[in-house]
């Protein structure tokens, strides 16, 4: 993107954004695009909650790849430490060093014999003094992704990405980063951004986050896309796929939401389905879909075998009636 | 989005940022607008915005004002539907209240430009406070005139359903109001209210801790991500950080593995009148709570005639919303307990919410309406499905009690375990058999040292 994109994110009208994202081909309806500028404005961190695959965590690549800056991830899980998520020392070089500094030295004392030991006696344990002290020096930090965040001079984008799966302690440990863009390292003193990074944190909401996050951020929900917002979707995103076929799969993965499945697919599921059929059909022919056809590909969409189980004969024939009627309403 | 109306403030003197916008669009070209007034106007809006919000029960954030406003200065007040996403993504947490802020909101926005207009009468805070955004400290009492006036535009139901909302809601600092009979009564819920009002004699949220955390204890079967001392893994990171002490060489290796932290699980409560007329409220509350809060992906479903799906419920921070839930389920389910057509319900409508990790509760006493064959099928489904299934029944916690009506003997083989449950001891009783025993090893009722006890020294079960 051009210079000043890269500027401030400060300064990031709604309309940058709309541009942002028709760039990077990622449909977004108004209120997306509204609650971004006005997070990217008010420099607060975005909190978005949806269904899996209704596009949050693509929310904040395309804000990255859009405005040209640093996209940082942080994947939340279970048990996420601070060592994983801020900084660790280089245990294995740190004790290198100790062990380089410290060899000489005490080679000498053992061996040492006369005027040899007041010499490099000496010496080695100063050496030695030195490495221990130096050890925790910016050598030998690991940057994990907060620390990255917050020390960057580019423009950036920290995705903290399924915050629900961390645990309450981690949760803590994000209100310092999030509310003053500082963490306090004990043996370098306190970090501080001199830019702060634009922070999407995203949740599927399989716990309730703590009051003290939520109020420091902006919530958005990002709603599963609309059978017109989901064809624009394919359509960008699959451009070898015929647009009246692109109605259709549309239509049937719909369709197939509607059923009491384990995990209904999402629209990054339609996306694979698109690029599974368009791979099958090479010369782009715009004809409707057929019953081997879903079947055949039916594991792009649904990942667990109970669901696959529970498309039958009767469900099949649904999903080509329902692929059919939005073949004809987009292409009447 | 550089010609929309965040210029339209740039234009007028006052540089105080809250007037931006306002009310630039509105003159009629011959008054000078009071900005002033309108800012003033905005703030008091949206502080009775937020207010009402909160009453209406959504969580809104104790700074959303706040930034509520910065947002409204951003995007102005032009856009309707850009000031309506602007203040949603502010005020609000959670999207189960998105229909309940769309609803206030029309009104909030009404009010508010109704306040920017020149020409109009505007309704400002000096009013007095009316309506369903009255301040917290002077609430309306039920049946007020001028609230009832305003709300009958909506339709009654509308302005009972607020009612119940007051009579639900949060009533704190009442001054002198708080003689009133009316509201002393519902004061029950309120967070500044005392326990003891709610809890019933016999039984406080902290006799549940130690029970509770044995029980975690006791079914935690899942390796969580966490570390911990254990004999899987060297730790080598714990090694060379020692060894940094000893300069450089490693004398101990300590070993660690994952700990097993977690418990996923699905709790089914009958809400019959048999079952919650025997059990302590409270303490099932309590506990479905705590269990929300603390296990992990734990999904909670009341029953009777149907099944209904009831987690959100206890997400809140207070036990109203659980309390609520409870009291629909009763108000609307009248009739007979059928067990095993809820349990078929479950299986079909909400098949995710058992799987080989999980650990079912069946909180009731089995007494069945429906069909015996059903129970026992869907029993038998549910036992193959899930990790472990146990029976928490209330009845089960007399010295007395034997699993002879019809439909707790037709299920009582596909369960693992029917334990009592009538309060915190028969929880630190069942906790305490999981522990030495396994979730598959002989649990039960049946092992319940307090009933062997009386059998042989007659002693009586302390919480029968």
Redesign the interface.
Known sequence: MTADRTAAFADA????V?AAFDAENYVAG??IS??V???L??G?PL?V?GEPGAGKTELAKVLAGGFDADLIRLQC?????AESALYEWN??K??LT??AA?GPG?GAADHGTGDEVGSDGSGGNDE?TRA?ES?FAEEFLLERPLLRALRGDRARVLLIDEVDRADEAFEALLLEVLSDFQVSVPELGTVRAETPPVVVITSN?????S?AL??R?????VAPPSLEKERAILERKVPALDGAVAAELCGAAGRLREE?L??PPGAAETIDWGRAIAALRRDGNGESLDRAEIEHTLGCLLKEV?DIERVDDDLLATLLDAADAARVEADP | MTDEPRSSGLDHPDDDPTTNGVGAPKTNGTDVPDFVAARDHVRDELVRFARALRRAGVDVPANAATTAARALVVVGFDDHERARTALRACLVTDRADRATFDDLFAEFWRRLTAGLDPGGPAERADDGPDGGFAPLDAAPAPGDPDRAGEENDDGTEDADRDRKRWDHGAVVGRGENAADDEEATTARYSPSGRRTAVSVPGFSEGGLDDPFRALTNALAELAGRRWGPGDDTPDVRRALRASVGTGGTVIDVPERERQRTAVRACLLVDVSRSVLDVLDRSFLVTFLRRATAEWRDVRVFFFDEDIREVTESFDARTSKGAIDALERAETEWGGGTRIGASLARLRTDSPEAVSRESAVFVLSDGLEMGDVDSLEREAARLSRRAGAVFWCNPLAASVEYEPTARGMAAALPYVDGLFAFSGPADLAEMAHQLDRRGQHGRIGYEYDPRRIGTDHHSATHPTS
């Open positions: 009208t709604e309309a940058d709309r108004d209120e509204t609650t500028s006005l997070a404005q008010l607060k909190l909650e899980y279970e048990g996420l430490t245990y294995t740190q004790l100790i062990q410290g005490s030695s221990s050890v909401r399989t716990r309730g986050l009051d939520k109020r951020c902006l919530y958005l929900h009491p384990l995990k109970e």
